[in-house]
């Protein structure tokens, strides 16, 4: 067995073991009949993307889950892909182009899209190769892309299925408008940002009445000129009588009617609208209620065109703004400008102000959405944390049909085909099909392509095989779906989460109108979502690059491994809050990995270490007779842990599960007990029976911990000796606290469950006795005796043990018990009984009183000197309040400073 290095190198141990696995096919998705399965789909990154501290957080919690499961000896698979990201790539692309002074039109479509496949392979996929170095233990062999063959057949066949279900139409409605990607967007792709604008109080002459005028506030006088109607309640007192006149738009002068409406807000601005049809979507409902012309001004990249005449014609929209104003302010109709904050919609993508536009599109009309309310509502798919089901169901009451098109030519082509010289808006002109006419020289394809959610809303079903069977067969289908868990973030809950629902629960099956409980079941994509916080930095912004508040994940896992950035972030992410981080906590878990690792130096240290391969081994090298009450505690200790383990696996709990784990290993089993059996460890008779112990305690706390820390965990799995050759650390199952607890007792050890509390006892009375020793400078003397009043006494079984473990943890050199309270001696009360410090053999009281005194003339003029700043007046009302409060708080502590040490002098007599 080799020996434990001084020091663990993560350097050297990551990337050999990773090779290792991969080898041996650790990660392989695969399942037999009968098999239990767990499987887990992850959330596709875009193929242009690079690891984030956010895809950190993401995957690491995926593997987590999928390393337990295999632990559990379930068939797990963890399937890899990527998104092809249909507007981010294409945009790269194309600004790649524009350096060689070319547009996508200049190259013709199939030559663009030949030049996005070399820019993805050159580009693409680099994050997945950085998860490997997270440790993501992905069934890499089924890697997808979006874009792949048989995916892509299985995106055409769900757009086919919906519009020969009447689920999909085409249509001329409004829609948000990407004036920079120059394609539609859906709802859920638009940011809304807080803006600082202005709102423009503006007047428009009553045609009839010559200088009289209606007052409008507007924050967007650059579409005045695409007015075709003013608007008013029908029960406004104000306006009621002017209901059916006009007034005259101000540029290009045309009269436009004024029509009543019910949905004018008549608090907002003057209770008077313009009516610009083709540039609002409440303005373009209104206009179709009242008949109102449609004037689109806008080209589609947010240009002002020749319908609105001169000056504006050729002006960039928000140049247009100011221009706009300055006119109406030439022609005496600008009464005032007031700032106005408000929320305007941004394109996710490119991060530029939308532009709501009338537009021929392809729209779906969501399927399935009674039952995928039911699925959630009901508990079929459960919610972590619960708080995001009202979230969902919200949006799903709200729902409006999806615009699925998009004009881009990377991605999915629209599978229509319009004949030749046809109307294309007669649906008798369509050819609608996977594989198209079988004469597609009379046809011609539709420009666009689907939005890239109408790819991956499949992602759970195409990367299975659907909907070819003998694919779907191959694939594991029948195993691996629904699948188990979906890690996530609640920003997509409804471009992806709440998609994903609906299309499992529309094509896993049979087409059906409806479906029984039964079905739903059957169908959902997956049993629990577990929606992740966001990682910010110590100031509560979200990280970033443009920031610069983001560290790179590969450099953190350089620096501190990445069983430590996984460890560290792990133990700092409660269950669905926004995680506030910073480089200490990978340092946190960085120590605990050196913790660990010398922890398991020390037993190999301490004595032989025997190959063990398994709990009942182990348990046949203990000597119950041996057994005494710290081996007790730690044994209890153990249960309780794996029990909260498994409890908070349940919950999704992961920050508990560190902080359960840390707790034993580092409090309980290092700095308690292994200080204690030191003793033991010398002795022929009990080392043994100790290091057996120890033994048990180590190869459960490496199960417990391999799916956070699965690197260092593997490799002292097998320098300890407990993996047989040839095998890995997730083949060995972790037994729960319930097995452990039989297992030990048919090995003849019956657990004294109190021992848990006593030692509890006796670990706060070495706490507070070595705090006593700290109040009089002694914490590094080994010579201090300490009393005990035997009347005050508590304990259970022999003293002599007990008292000896606090002779050799609390550093004294004697325990005498005493029948009365000595006169003089410092005093503590324990849950043991109450203490007194023997200050006659191991203080200089003299010295120690004159040291006190000194502090406290010290302390005195301090306390005095800031007194007397808070009785001026002057100062308590001109200083910052920040200070002042500083101030009092200072004066406080050092008065508890003041009253420690005068209690300590009269200890001392």
Not at 8 to 24: F, G, M, N, S
Not at 306 to 321: I, V
Not at 465 to 483: I, L, N, R
Not at 780 to 803: P, Q
Request: hydrophobic share 40%; aromatic share 10%; net charge negative.
């Amino acid at each position: 067995m080799a020996e434990i290095p001084k020091a663990y190198d993560p350097q050297d141990v990551e990337d050999r073991l990773y090779a290792e696995w991969l080898q041996d096919g650790c990660f392989t998705g695969a399942a037999e009949e009968g098999d239990e399965t767990y499987t887990i789909m992850i959330p596709p990154p875009n193929v242009t993307g690079v690891l984030t501290m956010g895809h950190v957080l993401n995957n690491t919690i995926q593997d987590i889950l999928i390393r337990r499961h295999r632990q559990l000896g379930q068939s797990a698979l963890w399937l890899p892909g990527t998104d092809h990201a249909g507007i981010a790539t294409q945009a790269r692309v194309e600004r790649e182009l524009r350096k060689e002074g070319k547009t996508r039109h200049d190259l013709g479509r199939e030559k663009f899209l030949e030049k996005a496949v070399d820019w993805r392979d050159k580009h693409g996929g680099i994050i997945l190769q950085q998860l490997k170095k997270l440790g993501a233990s992905c069934d890499w062999d089924r890697t997808v892309h979006t874009l792949d063959e048989d995916y892509s057949k299985a995106v055409i066949k769900a757009f086919v299925l919906l519009y020969e279900r009447g689920m999909i139409y085409r249509g001329k409605r409004m829609v948000n408008w990407c004036p920079a990607s120059l394609t539609a967007l859906s709802d859920e792709e638009v940011i809304m940002k807080p803006q600082k604008s202005k709102l423009y109080y503006m007047r428009y002459e009553l045609v009839d009445t010559p200088g009289e005028y209606l007052e409008i506030a507007t924050t967007r006088p650059e579409t005045i000129m695409g007015d075709s109607g003013v608007a008013v309640h029908p029960l406004d007192e104000r306006y009621k009588h002017l209901i059916g006149k006009q007034v005259w738009r101000p540029f290009p002068k045309a009269a436009i009617p004024i029509v009543a409406d019910d949905s004018i807000d008549r608090e907002f601005g003057t209770g008077v609208l313009k009516v610009t049809p083709a540039h609002d979507p409440v303005d373009f409902e209104i206009g179709n209620r009242n008949g109102l012309e449609v004037i689109d001004v806008f080209t589609p990249d947010g240009h002002i065109n020749e319908l609105a005449g001169e000056p504006f014609a050729g002006m960039d929209r928000f140049e247009a703004r100011k221009a706009a104003a300055n006119m109406l302010k030439e022609l005496d109709l600008l009464i005032r400008e007031e700032d106005y904050e408000n929320n305007v919609g941004f394109s996710e993508r490119a991060d530029v102000p939308i532009e709501p536009r009338l537009s021929e599109q392809w729209f779906l009309k969501y399927p399935k959405v009674e039952e995928a309310k039911a699925a959630v509502r009901d508990g079929h798919i459960r919610f972590f944390p619960e708080r995001w089901e009202k979230t969902y169901l919200h949006w799903l009451e709200n729902i409006r049909d999806w615009c699925i098109s998009r004009q881009l030519w990377w991605g999915h082509r629209i599978p229509v085909w319009y004949r030749k010289d046809a109307d294309r808006s007669d649906p008798a002109n369509w050819h609608i099909s996977v594989d198209g006419p079988q004469d597609p020289e009379n046809w011609e394809q539709d420009d666009d392509v689907l939005d890239t959610w109408a790819s991956s809303w499949l992602w759970p079903l195409a990367t299975l095989g659907w909907p070819d069977e003998q694919a779907m067969s191959q694939k594991g289908y029948q195993s691996f779906y629904p699948t188990s868990a979906l890690v996530t973030g609640p920003d997509i809950i409804f471009f992806w989460v709440a998609r994903m629902i609906m299309a499992g629960l529309e094509f896993a099956g049979e087409e059906k109108k409806t479906l029984t409980v039964e079905e739903i079941k059957e169908r959902i994509p997956f049993r629990d979502v577990y929606f992740t916080g966001i990682i910010r930095d110590l100031d509560g912004r979200k990280m970033s690059k443009s920031l610069g508040n983001s560290p790179d994940p590969l450099d953190l896992i350089k620096e501190f491994g990445a069983d430590g950035l996984r460890f560290g972030i792990m133990s700092i992410a409660p269950k669905g809050q926004d995680i506030r981080f910073s480089n200490e906590r990978v340092v946190l878990g960085r120590n605990f990995c050196n913790k660990l690792w010398n922890a398991c130096r020390f037993r190999q240290m301490s004595g032989s270490v025997e190959a063990v391969h398994s709990v009942p081994e182990l348990l046949g090298r203990i000597d119950t007779e041996q057994l005494d009450l710290q081996d007790q505690s730690i044994l209890g200790r153990l249960l309780d842990t794996i029990r909260m383990v498994d409890e908070a696996y349940e919950a999704y709990s992961f920050s508990g599960i560190t902080q359960h784990i840390y707790s034993f290993f580092w409090n309980d089993f290092c700095d308690w007990y292994v200080e204690v059996s030191k003793g033991k460890v010398r002795n022929p008779d009990a080392q043994a029976t100790c290091l057996a112990i120890q033994d048990l305690i180590l190869r459960q706390t490496l199960l417990l911990l391999h799916p956070f820390c699965p690197f260092i965990t593997e490799e002292l799995w097998h320098l300890l000796g407990f993996g047989e050759k040839g095998s890995h650390i997730q083949d060995a199952l972790p037994m729960t606290s319930d097995e452990l607890e039989n297992a030990l007792g048919e090995a003849g050890l019956k657990l004294d469950r109190g021992a848990v509390a006593q030692v509890d006892e006796i670990r706060e009375a070495v706490t507070l006795l070595r705090s006593l020793k700290a109040d009089y400078q002694l914490s590094n003397k080994k010579d201090v005796k300490i009393m005990v009043e035997e009347s005050t006494l508590t304990l259970d079984g022999d003293a002599r043990e007990v008292f000896g473990v606090i002779e050799a943890l609390g550093g004294f050199s004697d325990i005498e018990t005493v029948s009365e309270s000595p006169d003089g001696a410092p005093a503590i009360v324990t849950p043991l009984g109450t203490f007194h410090l023997d200050l006659s053999s191991s203080l200089d009281v003299e010295a120690e009183q004159d040291r006190l005194n000194k502090e406290l003339a010290k302390l005195d003029k301090v306390i005095m000197g800031t007194r007397k700043r808070l009785e001026n007046s002057s100062f308590v009302d001109k200083a910052p309040e920040a200070v002042v409060e500083g101030a009092r708080r200072q004066l406080e502590e050092n008065e508890r400073k003041r009253a420690e040490i005068e209690r300590l002098l009269a200890s001392l007599g």
